[in-house]
């Protein structure tokens, strides 16, 4: 069985507990990456600079229709290990606070064929 370190999902700050790293594993595992892969901005990683979201270069501030948007997010989601196919999704842009919201079902497969588990992702937020 894999896992990973475990990440607060408000500050994105390793989990500490009782003085250890907490780790998760199975559904929340994969949670945990698909929300490390829409943070992942395009560029930003100097060892890798082809990986991330295209947030400033392609998505925000561009005229790009909201199917565009749509797809590009969709493609990284699927990406993630772990994820099979995506069930729902919402993408909602909110013209106060220029900023999307990304709300999205999607369906796991954790370390067997005969597992499945759906799960949804929320509370991505990116100010354009």
Do not use: C
Not at 72 to 91: A, H, Q, T, Y
Request: glycine letters at 8%.
């Amino acid at each position: 069985m894999s896992w990973t370190l475990k990440l607060d999902p408000i500050s994105h700050d390793l989990k500490i507990s009782g003085g250890r790293f907490t780790t998760t594993y199975g559904a929340e595992e994969v949670r945990q990456r698909v929300k490390i892969a829409l943070y992942h901005y395009f560029g930003e990683y100097f060892l890798n600079v082809n990986k991330g979201v295209p947030w400033h270069t392609g998505i925000l501030g561009a005229k790009n229709g909201r199917n565009v948007l749509s797809n590009i997010i969709r493609k990284k989601i699927l990406e993630v290990p772990g994820v099979i196919r995506i069930m729902d999704f919402s993408l909602t842009y909110s013209v106060s606070t220029r900023s999307y919201s990304l709300r999205t079902t999607i369906m796991t497969t954790k370390n067997s064929s005969d597992l499945t588990d759906y799960l949804t992702v929320d509370g991505i937020y990116v100010e354009a």
